[in-house]
């Protein structure tokens, strides 16, 4: 990953923009009316997993046409094993779900841990239904995870990415577009 990222400029880091704000605005005002005539008839709750989804949250429910409620929660992935290790909080301090239809609002789809662990969690709750939103969606997602998001925004290959809300260490995440994160190597050929 690009080095020293204190020293480096930020083109530096980065290498193929996948997707524009232009483009990525037009997708979300789609997603929002496929989410908006499918809940015509029923109250439902956004629940946004934080922080990578913030951006994607608040351009889609302001497009969505309906009185929709808003819950925020943190879902932490350790990645120094051979699996990722869900932190145990969320179950623990999750919002009064029982009875309630909810919508998950995700920033990517990686592994399908995180996604998979939500919902269950969710479902363990006594939600009325779950249905999912996931920005990204990489490659080969299907292989690795069981839940099918309802809502999906791009599929992209197996790269890793940052801006409109995901990070690379805590930055990039206030890019308005979605840009490639450049590999070291990447950066030593210019
Ligand atoms: P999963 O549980 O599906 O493997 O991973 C989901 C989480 O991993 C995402 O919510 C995000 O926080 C992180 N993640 C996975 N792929 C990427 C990526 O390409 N870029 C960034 N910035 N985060 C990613
Ligand atoms: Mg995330």
Redesign the pocket.
Known sequence: MCAELSHVSLSACLGEVLFTQEQIADRVRELAALITADYQDTPFVVMS?LK??VFFLTDITRHIDLPIEMEFVR?S?Y?GGTS?QLEPLFAEHLFSVEGRHVLVV????????????AIQALLDKGAASVRTCVL?A?QG?ET??EARPDYIGFC?PN????GYG???EER?RNLPFVAV?RQRNDGDNG
């Open positions: 997993v990578g989804s879902i992935t990645r990722p995700e920033d990517i789809l990686d592994t399908g841990a995180t996604l998979q662990y990204l990489k997602y690795r995870i992209i790269v890793f990415v940052v995901l990070d690379y990039f994160l």
